[in-house]
Nanobody, 125 residues
Framework: QVQLVESGGGLVQAGGSLRLSCAASGRTFSSYTMAWFRQAPGKEREFVAAMRWSDDTTYYANSVKGRFTFARDNAKNTVYLQMNGLKPEDTAVFYC??????????????????WGQGTQVTVAS
């Protein structure tokens, strides 16, 4: 099992930056595909970015490509989401997710086994 704790959310002006962190418990962190999802009010949870456990290949939603960067530090059991050029439409609760030995990080959100509690990101126009 793994427990995930996100941090780093907040209120930022459009065009600004935030870095989200997700700290994971457990001794097999490197075996987990890690991902970020987000959910805006009244909308479905959507994929943002992920890194595959086996080769560190990263995946991004088209809406964030070129603005967000996923990073991973296995020594610290932590993943990060650097978000630059934030837009009001990025406003959402951001969730960290994990699934062991998952080869396709772009599977639907409900296929991920472990979730953090979420962190709010609000982008003011």
């Amino acid at each position: 099992q793994v427990q995930l704790v996100e941090s780093g959310g907040g209120l930022v002006q459009a065009g600004g930056s935030l870095r989200l962190s997700c700290a994971a418990s457990g001794r097999t962190f490197s075996s987990y595909t890690m991902a970020w999802f987000r959910q805006a009010p009244g909308k479905e949870r959507e994929f943002v970015a992920a890194m595959r456990w086996s080769d560190d290949t990263t995946y991004y939603a088209n809406s964030v490509k070129g603005r967000f960067t996923f990073a991973r530090d296995n020594a610290k059991n932590t993943v990060y989401l650097q978000m630059n050029g934030l837009k009001p439409e990025d406003t959402a609760v951001f969730y960290c997710a994990a699934d062991i030995y998952l080869d396709d990080p772009t599977v639907p959100w409900h296929e991920y086994d472990y979730w953090g509690q979420g962190t709010q990101v609000t982008v003011a126009s």
